[in-house]
């Protein structure tokens, strides 16, 4: 059966045909997945692309890694999820993570990222009494109402509440200040008006859900002062930065040590697992422990199947050089693409971090996300729609970034350099503006 016929069997049975929001991409919408392997997946007619979106990034090692897999296998013929008590694989991974992760004094195992920041920001309030939050414009923390608002926001939504859904309440938005990515000056202030009432300030050390834009050393610094002074919580989402960056994620790189650190599905190569860790004064007042008064559930919090992944992860990203070689490609990518961006007269940005590349088609500077909305979204999009063209996949998608594996090759890497070429030759030659109705995710609902 093809992919459109299977496509519109789904949009039948499931609202859009898809089971997120982010995986509607315009042009792809009969897409069907129907084999993955290494750096590579294949569609339902057989069309097969090196892929350089991963899921938004976690599979780390590729797809279907075999020792990954392996370890999965043997948990399931070993143990099963029974809802009481503690696995001893569980164990082994938290001590892992809070040897690797310097904040990490205790930690708590979900199933998604957005629930880890979910309960970091409940167990602030808790700890500190307090009502407020602060965000950054361009982060993305999950689906929940406190930080469901200003990630990639028009430019007049710039600067107010942009709330990405609808049915969030307003006096949950209200209680949400965001302020702008990099600008150790904004923190001050909002800290000299509102320091006495802010619980927690919540921040992707490295905004990636807009790409990548890189934090400055005072920007952090000040986060971590600003917090300390006035006994706010600073929490910092690893999620997309921890482990593809460094083992010890984005705090082991700057130095800059937060109170509590959220995970994600990266810990285990892609498998559905997250993590909150931190202080364990903070931590003890979660309700795992006999009265902590931040009440802390999940029935597959600890699933053995993906306890069993991340250590297999951890494992082999401990015993061999992946970050080596997916840092030296990334490094070939963003210098070859840069060279043929200029080449061909684009006014450009590639920029990223280790195994992270994106393609803005501007001038920099890129530091805030201010700089963002002069990208040529109909460039960025064009071209990665015609990279399709030459079997590879980069998210048609405004802002998305692109990620590199331990599964990528030399050849790999040559392949997308030569197809970058055509593809963005081809999107000049046309010179048509495209509809790009749904190619920006995550924009604020009216």
Known sequence: MNQRVLS????????????????????????????????????????????????????????????????????????????????????????????????????????????????????????????????????????????????????????????????????????????????????????????????????????????????????LRTLREECTRAGSVLVFDEVITGFRHHLGGWQAISGITPDLTTMGKAIANGYPVGAIGGRADLMDLFSSRPGGPAFFAGTYNGHPAVVAAALATLRKLQSEPVHEHVFRLGERIRTGLSGIFSSLGVPSLVTGYGSVFVEYFMDGPARTYDDLLRNDASMFIGYRRRLLEHGIFELPLNLKRSHVSYAHTDADVDHLLEAAALAASAQLATGADLDLSGASTMGGTR
């Open 8 to 219: 519109e069997r789904a949009r039948r049975v499931i609202p859009g045909g898809v089971n997120s929001g982010q995986r509607n991409v315009p042009g792809l919408g009969d897409l069907v997945i129907a084999k993955a392997g290494g750096a590579r997946f294949r569609d339902r007619d057989g069309r097969e692309y090196v892929d350089y979106h991963a899921a938004f990034g976690p599979p780390l090692l590729g797809h279907n890694d075999p020792d990954v897999s392996a370890a999965v296998a043997e948990a399931g013929r070993t143990v099963d999820l029974c809802g009481v008590g503690v696995t001893e694989d569980e164990v082994e991974l938290a001590e892992a993570l809070t040897e690797l992760v310097p904040s990490v004094e205790q930690v708590l195992l979900t199933s998604t990222g957005s629930e880890a920041t979910f309960h970091a920001l409940r167990v602030a309030r808790a700890a500190t009494g307090r009502r407020l939050v602060v965000k950054f414009q361009g982060c993305y923390h999950g689906w929940h109402d406190a930080v469901s608002l200003n990630v990639i926001s028009a430019p007049d939504r710039v600067g107010g509440k942009d709330p990405i859904s609808a049915g969030i309440l307003p006096e949950v938005l209200d209680a949400t200040l965001v302020l702008p990515f990099n600008s150790a000056e904004a923190v001050r202030q909002a800290f000299a008006e509102h320091g006495a009432d802010i619980a927690a300030v919540i921040v992707e050390p490295v905004p990636h859900n807009v790409g990548c834009l890189l934090p400055e050393q005072e920007f």
